[in-house]
């Protein structure tokens, strides 16, 4: 996945426009990104004494981090300098999206226009965030998430009178996990959550311009009505400390 504190990033787009009648345009795009990075350890660089990590206190939980920091130079230097690490370290994301508008142009007062889009997103990372050899914390995410939408157009007009109408809907998802991981595995937890949306609206404009004031006079009137519903759903487990020796 590359050096520590490297970040590689690429992004493309392409778009196209095809003239499919006399009156009939499509338009078409793509764009796509891709980035992978490592960044920095996290790292502990000092133990307190009479903590769960020294072994002359009476809450010594077994786990030999101060005696790995503070008792061994040479292993100190590697820790310090980044080494060393029992987990995967990395952080990825991908973004995809298409979009495609038709365009009627039904005559010279009537235009018809078909907008859709469509996106995707996937993100994924790897901590450790101790930094050492020892399991001591680490966390994890991966996430996806993707968005739909479609929206239908007219516009034209009637003498004096511009009018705008349309529909349009919405939708999307995602779902993340995070997974964590702590004292060698002892506590566990498993997290977990969705969401997601859906939405419709209809809308409608006019603008109408009065033959008097040499035409610099315009009104306006318009309605929206939405409707948008959100959903959401967690899940969260954890496991308890078991099998330290004190």
Request: net charge negative.
């Amino acid at each position: 996945v590359g050096d520590l504190y490297s970040l590689d990033s690429k992004a493309g787009r392409i778009a196209a426009r095809l003239f499919a009648t006399d009156n009939v345009t499509i338009d078409y795009a793509f764009d796509v990104s891709q980035e992978r990075n490592r960044p920095n350890y996290s790292q502990l660089t000092r133990v307190g004494a009479g903590g769960i990590f020294d072994p002359t206190s009476s809450i010594y939980l077994g786990i030999p981090l101060y005696q790995y920091i503070q008792s061994s130079p040479a292993s100190r230097t590697a820790y310090i300098n980044g080494s060393v690490n029992n987990s995967p370290v990395f952080e990825d994301a991908g973004f995809r999206a298409h979009s495609l508008t038709v365009t009627w142009d039904v005559n010279d007062d009537l235009t018809l226009k078909s907008l859709t889009g469509y996106r995707w997103i996937d993100w994924s990372n790897s901590l450790d965030l101790d930094g050492s050899p020892l399991e001591i914390a680490a966390t994890q995410l991966y996430a996806h998430y993707h968005a739909f939408s479609q929206e239908l157009q007219a516009t034209g007009k009637v003498d004096r009178l511009r009018y705008t109408a349309g529909a349009y809907y919405f939708s999307d998802g995602g779902l993340t996990q995070n997974p964590q991981e702590f004292f060698l595995g002892s506590a566990v937890y498993d997290s977990r959550y969705g969401y997601g949306t859906e939405a419709y609206a209809l809308y409608g404009q006019l603008d109408y311009v009065p033959p008097i004031l040499d035409d610099k006079l315009t009104l306006t009137a318009g309605l929206r009505y939405s409707n948008e519903d959100k959903f959401g759903s967690r899940y969260e487990a954890a496991g308890t400390l078991v099998g330290l020796a004190p």
